[in-house]
């Protein structure tokens, strides 16, 4: 790997308009008149220089936007087109610092404005290539992951089968990171003395997850390591005081650093979009209830999605924002949930905290805890990478959430836990919650699972079963309105039903409707 060296702006500068005879083009001569030749050039040039010889352009494969990386590196991008950006710095924050540093004077913003645009007409030429946020795949080996540290010099985790080192990308050949103000700044990671088991029993010290919940944590935050897998949302739950927000914010801070809060779900798809491409973590603190439209969301956006839209002040062109997230929420109500959602879902339930602390405290313990608890997870990740071909060959059991599901099973493997029993176990709860929570089909269950089913089944129309449900629900009760209504209700909540045994299949349409069959299995 290419380690950057220290960056002169001066220097690189000044190289730029070599003058022979060892004269300084940018030396101030001592008479306009008398020193003509030495003229100096205008500051859009120079700006454009230092733009064009020290930084190399590229496109975001994602949405065609134009980004600089210095050449000396880091393999940070910066934006062309932002005035400001606190994470990375704009280029053009980059061009007013280094001209500063060379020339010991200010560029003027009109200066800036056109050798910007100059620099933004040569990039239109620059590649396509895809610009990484926190985690990101090695362009060589695709057994190999990355971790951005979010630190200015750079430096990253390179995670590979049975171990990891703390190095920096190569610029030219990547990963290239993208940064936003909610990409936080970790600490270097060290492997603790105690092997990952020490690491681990911090972790459980600071985050009172039970003991069947923790390995479900710790693979929540491995799946969050690896780039391009679903993974399931993740949520926590406990009784009253159990310390749900405070344990969601460590747990999302072990990889996003503190930056990163727990916050409030936007309430249109347009801000959904925006906050997932700004961070990697997706955490929502205290939601109550998912409506339909967040419920889709979050199916999508664990699955990895995109939304399209009209890009801001244009009427042809559009922007496009893509994503794919580790998401954890708290405070929800498992009843309310819609099937496909819950199919994507995964309980960390917190024990009662029997000892209460200050938070300044568990804070100061957390932040000294932080870098071997890091270390650790990488420690286990670097044997779960090993192990993940043998955990994907031996497996013959694959739920939803497949990718996920192997990188628990190699986790049992390496630690000797019992994770995929327990998920195995939330899973026939969460379907049961759901189930439960729906007054229709609780209606169809009850009336399928009692003597008066026909033994050989139920057939007839949609418009048939609505009326003989509706008849079964109790008053006051919500109930879908019509059988067409009806209809996208089971066919949402098909999977769920087949778990229990029931059986609902639907023959093609004749002159006398659509019939359906409901059958019920032991």
């Known amino acids: 790997m290419m380690t950057p060296q220290p960056y002169d702006a001066t220097a690189a500068a000044r190289a730029l308009v070599a003058v022979p005879g060892g004269r300084d083009a940018y030396a101030e001569p001592e008479s306009r008149a008398q020193h003509s030749q030495y003229r100096q050039p205008p500051q859009v040039e120079l700006l454009r220089l230092i733009g064009q010889n ?50 010991n004077r200010t560029a003027t913003q009109t200066a800036l404005t056109d050798a910007i645009a100059a620099l933004d007409a040569l990039a239109c030429g620059a590649p396509e290539s895809q610009l990484w946020l926190r985690v990101a795949p090695d362009p060589d080996d695709p057994n190999v992951t990355w971790l951005d540290l979010g630190r200015s010099d750079g430096q990253s985790v390179r995670i590979a089968p049975g171990e990891w080192t703390i190095t920096y990308p190569d610029p030219a050949t990547g990963p290239v990171w993208r940064r936003t103000k909610l990409v936080g ?49 993740a ?55 998912i409506p339909p439209s967040l419920s889709a969301f979050l199916s999508r956006v664990v699955t990895g999605s995109a939304d399209v839209n009209r890009a801001l002040y244009s009427d042809n062109d559009v922007s496009v924002l893509a994503f794919e997230r580790p998401v954890l929420l708290t405070g929800i109500d498992v009843g309310a949930l819609k099937s496909d959602l819950s199919e994507r879902m995964m309980p960390l339930e917190l024990r009662p905290i029997t000892k209460r602390r200050t938070i300044t405290d568990l804070w100061s313990k957390y932040e000294q805890a932080h870098p071997e608890i890091l270390g650790a997870l990488l420690d286990l990740a670097a044997l779960v990478w090993a192990e993940l071909p043998h955990a994907a060959a031996e497996l013959t059991h694959r739920p939803r959430m497949a990718d996920f599901y192997e990188l628990l099973y190699a986790l049992d493997r390496v630690t000797g836990w019992s994770g995929t029993t327990t998920y195995d176990g939330a899973q026939r709860d969460l379907v049961d919650a759901v189930l439960d929570g729906d007054p229709a089909i609780v209606a169809l269950c009850n009336w399928a699972q009692s003597p008066l089913f026909p033994h050989d089944g139920w057939s007839g129309t949609m418009t048939e079963l609505h009326g003989f449900l509706s008849e079964r629900v109790r008053p006051g009760e919500p109930f879908p309105r019509t059988a067409a209504s009806l209809s996208a209700c089971l066919n949402t909540a098909a999977p769920s039903l087949r778990q229990r045994g029931i059986q609902i299949a639907r023959s093609k349409s004749n002159k006398n409707g659509r019939k359906y069959t409901i059958t019920v299995t032991n």
């Open 54 to 103: 020290n930084f190399r352009y590229l496109r975001n494969e994602n949405d065609g936007e134009p980004y600089a990386v210095p050449e000396a590196g880091p393999a940070i991008a910066v934006p062309l087109r932002a005035k400001a950006h606190s994470a990375s710095g704009s280029l053009r924050q980059h061009l007013t610092r280094e001209y500063l540093t060379a020339y």
């Open 185 to 233: 700044q970790l600490p270097l990671p060290v492997s603790p003395i105690g092997g990952w088991r020490a690491g681990m029993a911090a972790f459980a010290e600071l985050l009172p997850f039970t003991e069947k919940t923790l390995p479900l944590a710790v693979a929540w935050l491995l799946a969050a390591l690896r780039p391009s897998i679903p993974r399931p949302v």
């Open 235 to 289: 949520y926590l739950t406990g009784e009253q005081g159990t310390g749900k927000t405070t344990s969601g914010r460590m747990l999302v801070s072990l990889l996003d650093g503190l930056r990163t809060p727990l916050r409030q779900a936007p309430t249109n798809d347009r801000d959904l979009s925006v906050t997932a491409t700004a961070g990697w973590t997706l955490p929502f603190d205290n939601l109550l209830k």
